[in-house]
Structures are given as structure tokens and as C-alpha cells.
């Protein structure tokens, strides 16, 4: 029973040095909080603009368009999100930005589900909700005839 107790004890002394290990710096170089939704997607029409946030996780705020899952075969998931954004440009102007979310792999399955559900999963993402996200940009697609940065979502959570 003292052996127990007292592996149990290092385990969470180790546990606990390697989580408080991460330095500002650290953190830093993995991550960027600075962009916004909509300097991301003005990005894109300025060449070599997004490799200065391509090597980083990014935390963005928006709002839900489109949700639809791609590929749900029991092993395999693929969801994607339209992640919106908009700003008033006087008092007749809005200006809309974009991103789209890639959620893959069966973590998140009850965000997005293949089809409606008459009791929604707590975890699930509903259109038009308010979400922040972490991802890392993958690239540019189309997106109703404009280009869109596109992300492999890390992590989601509906804020509204």
C-alpha cells in the first residue's frame, strides 16, 4: 500500500513539472491570438501574407454559416464549418469574412451530426452560433466564388 501511495505521489509531482514547464515563449511560438477571423480571411488577397501565420495554432471568434459532414463511415469523420464574420462599412455596407473549419477524426462526431437529431448532443454546434475556435491554417478554397483560408480545426466551443 506505501509503494502505491508513493508512486501515485510521483506520478503527479512528474505530471505536474511537465504541465508548468511550457514558458511564455514556448506557448508563444505555438500559438497566435492576434489575428482576427477577419484579418485572416484579408489575408488571403495579399501574397505571402498567411505564411506568417501558417506554423501557428490561431484562436478565432465567429459565427456559424454552413455546417456539413463530408465523410462518416464509423471509422473515419470529416465535418466542415463556414465560420463567419462581418463589419459595417458606413451605415449601408456590410462587409462579411470567412473561414472554413476542418473537423476530422471522431472527436467530433457529436459536434456536427450527419443529420438533424431531435434531442441535440450538448457537444453539438449549431448554425448560427457563436464560436471560438483553435486551428492551424491548411491552405485556400473556394467559397462562393471567392478564396477562403481554410483550418484544421484543434478545438471548438459554442460561447453564445
Aim: charged letters at 20%.
Amino acid at each position: 500500500m506505501k509503494k502505491i501511495i508513493l508512486l501515485a505521489s510521483m506520478f503527479i509531482f512528474l505530471a505536474a513539472g511537465l504541465l508548468v514547464g511550457q514558458t511564455r515563449e514556448e506557448w508563444n511560438s505555438l500559438t497566435n491570438f492576434d489575428v482576427t477571423l477577419e484579418e485572416l480571411s484579408e489575408m488571403v488577397d495579399r501574397p505571402g501574407a498567411l505564411e506568417a501565420v501558417a506554423d501557428k495554432i490561431l484562436i478565432l471568434r465567429g459565427v456559424v454559416e454552413t455546417r456539413q459532414v463530408s465523410v462518416n463511415d464509423g471509422e473515419n469523420y470529416q465535418a466542415e464549418l463556414v465560420i463567419i464574420s462581418g463589419r459595417w462599412i458606413g451605415l449601408e455596407e456590410v462587409r462579411m469574412y470567412s473561414v472554413m473549419a476542418i473537423l476530422s477524426g471522431q472527436e467530433f462526431v457529436n459536434y456536427v451530426p450527419a443529420g438533424r437529431t431531435r434531442n441535440p448532443h450538448p457537444d453539438e454546434v449549431p448554425l448560427n452560433s457563436d464560436v471560438l475556435l483553435a486551428g492551424k491554417l491548411l491552405g485556400v478554397a473556394d467559397y462562393d466564388g471567392r478564396a477562403v483560408p481554410v483550418l484544421d480545426c484543434y478545438g471548438i466551443r459554442v460561447i453564445n
